[in-house]
């Protein structure tokens, strides 16, 4: 493995970590609410898979800092332009469709970037990897699942499903960037090349979308892009104001 410093390493481990906090706390959003029984359960246990992955890259994160950070602290104690995740997973709940919508499109790049990372010079990030691989091939049944349900079910599903699609394939491209960062610890082989990850993930999305009766994306919009250098909105500052509300109101309290 060649020279890896401390600092691009944490900043890798961020942007995975934060992808899962955010997400996890989005479906967190759901429970109690779900249309059915059996999907209250089984979001709620995705969020659960979706934090505990956040805690462990986040710990490991914060000791590679300077000076050190934990992961409660990471995750409370830092403002929104100090949050790494891709726009896609912040996005609001919306309706059920627009849901199933981002994890779909998220899960789909997740399996195959777990994959990947087992095949890292950071033996870590190889464990990791193994387990996020078997936890998305989960994920992305799931997804998969309610997208196929919710494309080929009523009239109006079918609509609310293809409104989603259409919505949030803007924010599919930034999961796909590689800056300098990246490509320094590609170089090293410790990171992923995301590029090797878009094929697959498109032909999952083309094979899903057409057994659904969905339309592909004309591909027209542009790409929304900025989260993983900070540059979010009110749309994650709406979303850590409550997460983190708890935890600034009551600094060092443990339980």
Do not use: C
Request: proline share 4%; glycine share 10%.
């Amino acid at each position: 493995m060649a020279d890896t410093s401390p600092a691009d390493l944490a900043g890798y481990l961020l942007r995975l970590g934060d992808d899962r906090l955010v997400l996890g706390h989005r479906l967190s959003e759901w429970v109690g609410h779900a249309p059915i029984l059996e999907e209250e359960l089984a979001i709620g246990n995705l969020a659960l898979d979706f934090l505990d992955q956040a805690s462990l890259l986040l710990e490991r994160a914060g000791a590679l800092l300077d000076p050190p950070r934990t992961a409660d602290e990471l995750a409370f104690f830092r403002d929104v332009t100090g949050f790494r995740s891709a726009l896609l997973v912040e996005q609001p709940n919306g309706d059920f469709a627009a849901t199933i919508a981002r994890q779909f499109f998220f899960d789909a790049f997740d399996a195959h970037l777990g994959v990947a990372l087992e095949r890292s010079s950071d033996r870590p990030l190889v464990a990791f990897g193994a387990r996020a691989a078997k936890e998305a091939a989960y994920h992305l049944r799931h997804s998969r699942e309610w997208t196929l349900r919710l494309g080929d079910g009523t009239d109006e599903s079918h609509r609310r499903m293809q409104t989603a699609i259409d919505d949030l394939w803007m924010f599919t491209g930034e999961l796909f960037e590689a800056d300098d960062l990246v490509r320094r610890l590609v170089h090293a082989g410790v990171a992923v090349d995301p590029e090797i990850v878009r094929a697959p993930w498109r032909d999952e999305v083309v094979d899903t979308l057409r057994q659904a009766g969905l339309r592909m994306p004309n591909g027209e919009q542009p790409m929304r892009r900025g989260g993983r250098v900070g540059g979010h909105g009110e749309t994650l500052g709406r979303l850590l104001s409550e997460m983190q509300s708890v935890a600034r109101a009551h600094p060092g309290a443990s339980w």
